[in-house]
């Protein structure tokens, strides 16, 4: 009895802990993106990119962030994988790793006038090497920032 309490307890806490980190990055990601709102990014290929202004800067940026689960999610995770299904507790883990390697990216490039060809690459990682240990999510975005010049 005393072990099943203890696993409750645990898994109270994580919840009510994880949610308010995840609920604390997810606004510090909304309050970055709407200062970077007005700088473009685009997913289309150079070739198709046309323009006559002078092109002074072009580098390849790149944002990575590796996020971990809390115990609560990897165990409603690890339930529902016995039934199959969509897994939602990690899809919120997922999103935040997407949108906060692109605002990585896009910040490392302040002075750039566009930035194209973005792409987004992700991994789970932990889930076959290690065993008991919580899930954690690297994602990489990675595009060609393009500076005009005046």
Partial sequence: MGDILGLIIILT????IGHAFEQTHFEEIK???IMLIKRPLLNFGARNF?????IEKVELVTGEVVISGDY???????????????LTTMES??????????LRMR????????????R???VMLNDVYWKNTRPQCAVIAYGTAITYGS
């Fill in 72 to 86: 609560f999610k990897f165990f409603i995770a690890s339930f529902k994988t016995l039934f199959g299904g969509r």
């Fill in 120 to 122: 987004v690459e992700s």
């Fill in 13 to 16: 806490a994580t919840y009510f």
């Fill in 31 to 33: 309050k970055r993106e």
């Fill in 50 to 54: 046309n323009t006559k202004r002078k």
């Fill in 107 to 118: 910040e490392k490039a302040p002075l750039a006038s566009v930035i194209i060809n973005t």
């Fill in 93 to 102: 883990l997922l999103d935040r790793a997407r949108r906060e390697a692109i």
